[in-house]
């Protein structure tokens, strides 16, 4: 896919002419397949697994930052399962205007964890909620003409931020590992981060000896065995579990109506950005790997579905959603390319979310294990940055400073949590989170240093011209 079609400046493929192509049951493309009621509960419930981890981590997060118990934690966790599955129905099976109609798994997004965090910590989680309904809307407004803003956002953009998201979450897995509670006797203690140590043991240990399905597993599994090992040693507290419901619907507004407030809109507007472009990504993605006609149209349908979900969230207790890429790549591994099979494990996820005591026991999972495995979890995130990163062009241009500069900024958060205090508290809402730093930066320098022409001239990077001798002096002693 050229940067040309990205700007809608070339045709998007397809059909024959040129028409929306919704498709039935028997139109005959790969997505339209159709399997039995075990192939499909089979197979949706190897999706579910496979991102699993990636959703219950965000509420996790955000409800420590904001102080929760862990009742209500478990609470914005089957939240967070219930609007997943809403969320990838209405992606793969659609309605009107809404939705891909493509094998696309929606889920509970990383993307705006450290900007939640960042409001949170100091208002709750009433003005968390109101940001993401604001940003859901401007994000549901740009979506029919979203392709022409992809160019505010090339890779040496996206690459900044999205390695900031991941390294701007480390200090949680990092407390996480230590109890979580500095005011405990055990914080920081060698029992914790042994336990920390032995859940991410397991999870090298398996993602080495196994492949396939097993190894993408192995978050899962760690947490469920450091989960029993910890329970046997004393450390898991599974009290509320007793007192959790079976079966319930999530509570609307139990946390509270929304508030509106101005920095945390802004913060959250550029989350929103940035997850349009992730999804974009992922929707022409799938689609070759499908091997389906997908215009511009097409495109607008599932980003359109992924705002409403996101908009629709703060009302079940939830925060913003996205498409989930570990699934793009379970689709091209299995070349199981029905939409329906990830309808099935939306379904799955629905109805997860129905059960309280799920994540009542998600809550009680020890936080040194809930470190260990984050420690990989989030290392993957700053890990798909920099492959992102890997594909920019650093020779004779500023890029190397606009990377430099982004990454810089979204950690000022991270080393220095103080560091704003001083700005207006609007204002500094915005620049504590360390990924709507980085977004700023980023996009301000990409703007001044790769589109504005003026002054511009090849070979004007300093630090660019030192990697290129470097690079050519690796060229030189290689066999």
């Not at 140590?197 to 192995?218: H, M």
């Not at 090992?229 to 419901?245: E, L, P, Q, T």
């Not at 997850?275 to 511009?296: C, F, K, Q, Y």
């Not at 990409?446 to 060229?475: C, H, M, Q, T, Y």
Request: charged letters at 10%; a neutral charge.
């Amino acid at each position: 896919m050229t940067e040309r079609t990205l700007l809608g400046l070339e045709p998007w493929r397809s059909g024959p002419s040129g028409e929306r192509r919704r498709g039935r049951a028997d139109s005959g493309r790969p997505e339209d397949a159709r399997h039995s009621p075990g192939q499909l509960a089979a197979y949706g419930a190897q999706h579910i697994l496979t991102m699993y981890g990636g959703v219950i981590a965000p509420p996790l997060i955000v409800g420590g930052a904001a102080g929760l118990s862990a009742t209500d934690i478990g609470l914005l966790v089957t939240a967070a399962l219930f609007v997943s599955g809403l969320a990838t129905l209405l992606q793969t099976l659609g309605i009107g205007p809404f939705g891909s109609r493509l094998p696309i798994v929606q889920g509970v997004s990383f993307a705006g964890v450290s900007t939640m965090v960042a409001i949170a910590t100091t208002g709750g989680l009433r003005p968390v909620f109101g940001s993401i309904i604001v940003a859901g809307v401007i994000g549901l407004v740009l979506s029919s003409f979203f392709a022409q803003l992809v160019r505010l956002f090339p890779a040496v953009v996206t690459g900044t931020i999205i390695t900031v998201i991941g390294l701007s979450l480390m200090p949680v897995a990092f407390n996480w590992a230590m109890g979580n509670n500095a005011t405990a006797p055990d914080y920081g203690s060698l029992a914790n981060i042994g336990f920390a140590g032995l859940t991410l043991l397991i999870i090298l240990v398996i993602s080495r000896l196994f492949q396939g399905a097993l190894s993408r597993l192995s978050i899962l599994i760690g947490l469920v065995l450091g989960t029993v090992i910890g329970a046997c040693a004393g450390k898991a507290d599974f009290s509320d579990v007793g007192n959790a419901r079976l079966v319930a619907p999530p509570q609307l507004l139990h946390f509270g109506s929304p508030t509106f407030e101005v920095g945390a809109i802004v913060a959250m507007t550029i989350v929103i950005l940035v997850t349009l472009i992730e999804t974009t990504a992922d929707i022409l993605t799938i689609g070759e790997i499908v091997g389906t006609d997908v215009d511009a149209r097409r495109v607008a349908d599932g980003l359109r579905a992924d705002m409403l979900s996101t908009t629709v969230a703060p009302v079940f207790g939830s925060f913003t959603c996205s498409a989930f890429a570990q699934n793009v790549g379970l689709v091209a591994l299995t070349g199981i390319k029905s939409r329906f099979v990830v309808a099935t494990g939306g379904l799955i996820l629905l109805l997860l979310g129905l059960l309280p005591v799920v994540g009542a026991i998600v809550a009680g999972i020890p936080y040194p294990v809930l470190g260990g495995a984050g420690l990989v979890l989030f290392g993957s995130v700053a890990a798909s940055g920099i492959r992102t990163l890997s594909r920019v062009d650093y020779q004779d241009n500023l890029n190397m400073i606009i990377v430099a500069v982004g990454i810089g900024f979204g950690l000022i958060p991270v080393a220095a949590p103080k560091f704003w205090d001083a700005l207006p508290e609007k204002i500094a809402v915005v620049l504590n989170s360390g990924i709507s730093a980085a977004a700023v930066a980023a996009v301000l320098l990409n703007l001044a240093f790769n589109e504005w022409k003026f002054g511009k001239r090849p070979g004007s990077s300093v630090l660019a011209a030192a990697i290129d001798e470097r690079d050519r002096l690796d060229n030189d002693v290689k066999p």
